[in-house]
């Protein structure tokens, strides 16, 4: 019988670097073909690389109800004048543990409420195998425009991402 997570949703702060690192090597190192960043470059960087990445970007977590952050989701919003307007969401990772309790889902949901306060639009690009993750995204609005082919390489493998894109502008 699978066991049902309760958890909370909320910002993390500079404090939670730990934890965060903790949780963004994990999907790093589980899932290479899913992220730009990758596993051995993150994993040598000092926590206080992950504490400034807390501070200036919007970084939301699940917390389970023993204190355990479970899964980690981000927007990215460019400091330029003319690109700002446009948020990225990104790092989207859910431990396995917690998987099928709707943390995903509701860590996008945080992310875009966020995001409703800040951008115009939204958008992502997500692995083209990893149909799971476009089904929630589209269920989230989002609405793909495009497949970028060989976007990732890992040793001689090529990974294409499904490009996505949510107007969050209500004005038009």
Not at 32 to 59: H, I, R
Not at 60 to 71: M, N, Q, T
Not at 86 to 98: E, N, R, Y
Request: with cysteine; glycine share 10%.
């Amino acid at each position: 019988m699978r066991r049902t997570t309760a958890f909370t949703v909320g910002r993390l702060g500079p404090d939670d670097a730990a934890a965060f690192r903790t949780v963004r090597l994990d999907g790093l190192a589980r899932h290479p073909e899913a992220f730009g960043a990758s596993w051995e470059v993150e994993s040598e960087q000092p926590l206080a690389w992950f504490a400034a990445t807390l501070e200036g970007q919007a970084v939301f977590g699940a917390w389970s109800w023993e204190g355990e952050l479970i899964g980690v989701a981000a927007l990215y919003v460019p400091e330029a004048p003319k690109l700002r307007h446009k948020g990225t969401l990104w790092g989207v990772f859910v431990s396995p543990d917690a998987r099928g309790d709707g943390v995903g889902t509701a860590l996008i949901a945080a992310v875009m409420a966020h995001a409703e306060t800040c951008v115009d639009d939204v958008g992502l690009s997500v692995g083209a195998a990893n149909s799971e993750a476009v089904r929630r995204y589209e269920a989230a609005g989002f609405m793909r425009y495009g497949l970028e082919p060989r976007v990732l390489r890992i040793s001689d493998v090529f990974y294409d991402e499904v490009l996505m894109s949510l107007s969050l502008n209500r004005r038009g």
